[in-house]
């Protein structure tokens, strides 16, 4: 079965600062996708980016970045220019067929994010 | 185009009694997940169901849990005799067609108190 392992419980950033999230998955399969998933006190899941494991150009939106290393098979969040609203729980997750019929998200335990004025 | 709708946003039962969990998925979704999330870990998968049919219940316990997804309304997460670990936020969500390409959306959730 995946895994995902978010190795930081909590991490703080001050404010304009970068941050950077860190992930890592065990899986046998080659093709696959990943997500970083957002989320805020209101427990709303909010997507934040996802990338393709056949790509090898790291996906980019906005203020947030990924490092992608299949090999290595971790995909780390960088933050740029933080900002109050990035504060979070952020959550990693891999998609892939999960051979009983479904596409099932599979989630690490979160990085409780903190920005500080 | 409204999002993916869940109701209640919350629900307090006692031991012993039924909970009922409604997802409403996004317009032109017929593909339902059901996750769990306890307190302070990730989102747990329950099951993934089409329009009147159950596809994946691999997460699903064994016993006191079922869904369904009628060809008209809601789908359902009902739960029989809720014990008090059942207590955590219950998150459906939607997406337009199977496969990796397909992104969920999320409602909002459904947070589950037992007493």
């Known amino acids: 079965a995946q895994t995902v392992t978010q190795s930081q419980p909590e991490m703080s950033v001050q404010e304009a600062e970068t941050v950077t999230l860190s992930c890592t998955y065990d899986?046998?399969?080659?093709?696959?996708?990943l997500f970083w998933y957002k989320q805020p006190p209101s427990r709303q899941m909010i997507l934040v980016i996802r990338?393709?494991?056949?790509?090898?150009q790291n996906a980019t939106e906005n203020r947030f970045s990924v490092n992608f290393q299949k090999a290595a098979k971790s995909f780390s969040l960088k933050i740029s220019d933080s900002q109050l609203g990035d504060a979070a729980m952020y959550f990693c997750?891999?998609?892939?067929?999960?051979?009983?019929?479904?596409?099932?998200?599979?989630f690490g335990k979160g990085t409780k994010l903190s920005v500080i004025p | 185009n409204a999002g993916v709708m869940q109701n209640p946003r919350h629900l307090v039962r006692r031991r012993g009694q039924e909970a009922r969990l409604r997802c409403s998925p996004m317009?032109?979704?017929?593909?339902v997940y059901w996750y769990r999330q306890l307190p302070e870990e990730g989102l747990k998968f329950m099951v993934y169901l089409q329009k009147e049919n159950i596809i994946d219940e691999s997460g699903m316990p064994k016993e006191r849990f079922s869904a369904e997804f009628p060809k008209e309304g809601p789908s359902i997460l009902r739960i029989q005799q809720v014990v008090r670990g059942d207590s955590a936020a219950y998150f459906c969500?939607?997406?337009?067609?199977?496969?990796?390409?397909?992104?969920?959306?999320f409602g909002p959730g459904t947070r589950l108190t037992v007493t």
């Open positions: 317009k032109g979704h017929s593909h």
């Open positions: 969500a939607s997406s337009q067609n199977r496969g990796r390409s397909y992104e969920q959306y």
């Open positions: 990338q393709e494991a056949y790509k090898q």
């Open positions: 899986t046998s399969e080659s093709d696959y996708y």
């Open positions: 997750a891999y998609m892939d067929y999960s051979g009983a019929g479904s596409y099932q998200l599979t």
